[in-house]
């Protein structure tokens, strides 16, 4: 029988992807050339990054020794091999690439549903289940969408998908600090973040009677980790010093530490 919870996330991977898909679906070609947020990426950047990391996913749940050339190839430029994919797709005709997202999406879905859910699969970091790589591109997907809307000054709902969101920021704490050559606090922290829409429940993580705690609301706390806002901007409290110093270089991705957004950008 398939893991409830790996469902729910395979589902609510493939209703995010939908939502963007809506926001983009019926632009005009010329519109796909606007910028965004992101320096030097247009929402055709946004878009061909998504359809690559996708099809990158879909290599490791299927094709390991595919996929490991793959990781072979950026080790040879880890600074630029993310770009230069999103260039790549970015030059596409935009009806070309639309197809080409929608499709890899699909076969993304299937392979993910077909995955053995106990089996580890490789990535350009810890291998990870088919639940966790689906968290992961959920994640990606708000994040770049988040952008895309930005870009063309739609102001989103938060739903309860951004659960995945803030589990990974959470769950990535220490990977923050690694990535920057510090050392993370030795104790957990407490989170507590004010669902989107009606729910009276709150999302909390780590102890509760642990002495360094953030608080506010999920949207917020998502924003930042995924550094689509400046803190600044953000109504987030942080309580204890170690608390606040997280505030200020958590993020849920993988890889070098961003520069994130300056505070006062327009969303």
Known sequence: MPDPSAVAVFTDLREEGRELDLLVGELPGRDWARPTPAPGWSLAHQIAHLHWTDRASLLSLTDADAFAGLVEEALKAPDSFVDAGAEEGAALPPAELL?????????????????????????????????????????????????????????????????????????????????????????????????????????????????????????????????????????????????DRWLDIAQAFAGPAGPGREPGAAR
């Open 99 to 243: 197809a080409r997202w929608r499709a890899g999406r699909a076969a993304l879905d299937e392979a993910l549903a077909a995955a053995s859910p106990e089996a580890r699969f490789p990535w350009y970091g810890p291998p990870m289940k088919a639940a966790s790589m689906a968290s992961a591109r959920l994640m990606e997907t708000w994040a770049h969408g988040q952008d895309v809307a930005d870009a063309l000054g739609v102001r989103r709902v938060p739903t309860a998908r951004l659960r995945h969101v803030a589990r990974i920021g959470v769950r990535a704490r220490d990977y923050a600090y690694a990535v920057r050559g510090l050392t993370a606090p030795a104790g957990e922290f407490r989170v507590e973040l004010a669902a989107p829409g009606d729910s009276a429940e709150p999302w909390t993580y780590g102890p509760p009677d642990a002495p360094q705690r953030i608080t506010g609301p999920a949207l917020d706390f998502c924003l930042l980790v995924t550094q689509r806002a400046h803190r600044a901007d953000l109504a987030l409290t942080a309580t204890g010093p170690d608390a």
